[in-house]
């Protein structure tokens, strides 16, 4: 990772693909994120109420949820990356 600091592109960048899944009988939106390198990560969202459910805000709260582990992730490789650095440098 040649980057200094994460960006939404970046994050962005690191997903090949999106699936969704409600199962059935329940008001519980899986989102599983598949990255460029083959892990995959998850974010869900349900709501309480079966009248309440709505697909599309379901889909991006279960989105967001599964960026943020992105995010989190990209955010420790960065740390890693920058401190396998600061070792290198003769200072």
Known sequence: MSEQRLTPDL???KVKSVE???FESTCLMVCC???ENGFTVTG???C???ENFDKE???KIASRIARNKIWM???YLLKQKLHQDSQCDPA
């Open 57 to 59: 805000i379901s889909q």
């Open 33 to 35: 994120m598949t990255l």
């Open 20 to 22: 969704y899944h409600v």
């Open 44 to 46: 869900e969202a349900a």
């Open 48 to 50: 309480a109420n079966p």
């Open 11 to 13: 994050i962005g960048s």
């Open 73 to 75: 992730l990209e955010g």
